[in-house]
Structures are given as structure tokens and as C-alpha cells.
């Protein structure tokens, strides 16, 4: 019984930080292409 609880704990974690890192990942994405952006207006 406690086991199961135990490994369904793990799971719902594993998943959250899943979801977290691709959010995290998204994020770094979004941030990279508005700099890349700020770069090239200051440039042109």
C-alpha cells in the first residue's frame, strides 16, 4: 500500500518537473528569439 503511494508520489513529480522543463525550455526559447530580435533592430 505504501509502496504504491511511494511510486504514484515519484510519478506526479517526475511528471511536474517534465512539464516544467519543457516550460523552462519554452521560456529560454522565447528569451533567445526577443534578444535576437533587440539585436537586429539595433543593428539595422
Known amino acids: 500500500m505504501i509502496e504504491s503511494i ?8 517526475y511528471l511536474k518537473a517534465k512539464a516544467l522543463n519543457l516550460d523552462i525550455h519554452f521560456i529560454i526559447l522565447l528569451e533567445r528569439e526577443k534578444s535576437r530580435r533587440d539585436l537586429h ?3 539595422g
Not at 511511494?6 to 513529480?13: D, E, G
Open 41 to 43: 533592430f539595433k543593428v
Open 6 to 13: 511511494n511510486s504514484q508520489l515519484l510519478i506526479n513529480t
